[in-house]
C-alpha cells in the first residue's frame, strides 16, 4: 500500500471495518431474499455485477503495478485468490460455465467472507481508491452467487463439494508458481502461502494450519445450511 498514513488502527480495530462487517451480511440477506421472490430481475442484475467486477479489478490491476506499489510490471497478472477470482466469476457468470460454477462460485464467496473477516483496507484514516475498490469487489464476489443461488440458476450440491477442493489447489499452484519462479527474486506472498496473511500474525508458524481450520468452518458455513434445509423439507 503505497498511500497509507498508518493512523487507523486496522482490521478490528478501525470502524469501518466493523461497519462492513456489519452491513455486508445484511445485504448478503437483502439480496438473496429479493432475487428469491424475482428470479426473472437476475440475470440483468448479474450481467451489470459481472461488468463492474471486471472493471474494477483490471482497473486496480494496471494501477498497483502503473503507481509502482508491485513490480516488475508482469504482476498486473492477478495470482491472489480473489484476484483471480475477481475475473473467473465474472466471466463464469456471463458466459454460463456451468462445470465451472461450483468451484468458481464457492471460492469467490469463501474469499469474499475471509477479505471482509479479516479486512485488509483499513490501516489509513483517509479512504483511496484502493480501500474502495476491495470493499466493492469482494462484497460482489459474495453477491453474484447468492443471486444466482436465490435465483435457481445455480446449487450448492454437496456432491460436487469436491471441485471446491480441486480449485484451491490449483490456485495455490497458481501463486506458488508465481512466488517461486516468476517473482522469485522480488519477494512476493501470493496467497499469502509464504507468510501468514492473518492479523497479527496470527498463527505464527503454524498459519497455515489456521489456513485450513478457517477453510473447514467457511466450506461448512456455506454448505450445511442448504443440506439441513433439504432434510428438513424431506421430514416435513
Request: hydrophobic share 50%; proline share 4%; with cysteine.
Amino acid at each position: 500500500m503505497p498511500f497509507s498514513d498508518n493512523l487507523a488502527g486496522g482490521a478490528f480495530a478501525d470502524w469501518k471495518h466493523f461497519l462492513w462487517i456489519i452491513v455486508a451480511p445484511l445485504v448478503g440477506v437483502a439480496t438473496y431474499r429479493y432475487f428469491r421472490s424475482n428470479p426473472h430481475k437476475a440475470r440483468r442484475n448479474v450481467v451489470l455485477l459481472s461488468i463492474l467486477l471486471l472493471s474494477l479489478r483490471t482497473t486496480f490491476q494496471i494501477l498497483k503495478v502503473t503507481y509502482g506499489d508491485e513490480t516488475p510490471f508482469l504482476q498486473v497478472i492477478p495470482f491472489h485468490q480473489c484476484g483471480v477470482m475477481g475475473f473467473a466469476l465474472p466471466i463464469v457468470a456471463l458466459l454460463k460455465i456451468e462445470k465451472l460454477k461450483t468451484s468458481v462460485y464457492v471460492i469467490s464467496m469463501m474469499g469474499g467472507f475471509a477479505t471482509i473477516a479479516f479486512g485488509e483496507y483499513f490501516t489509513s484514516n483517509f479512504i483511496t481508491f484502493y480501500t474502495i475498490e476491495g470493499i466493492v469487489s469482494h462484497t460482489i464476489l459474495i453477491i453474484i452467487p447468492l443471486i444466482e443461488i436465490a435465483s435457481r440458476n445455480f446449487s450448492l450440491n454437496f456432491k460436487k463439494s469436491w471441485q471446491v477442493l480441486v480449485g484451491m489447489l490449483a490456485l495455490m499452484a497458481w501463486a506458488s508458481f508465481a512466488n517461486e519462479v516468476l517473482f522469485r527474486k522480488y519477494d512476493t506472498n501470493y496467497m499469502y502461502l509464504k507468510e501468514s496473511g492473518l492479523p497479527g500474525d496470527f498463527g505464527g508458524d503454524f498459519y497455515f494450519a489456521i489456513y485450513l481450520i478457517i477453510f473447514c468452518f467457511v466450506f461448512a458455513a456455506i454448505y450445511l445450511p442448504p443440506v439441513i434445509y433439504r432434510r428438513r423439507k424431506s421430514i416435513d
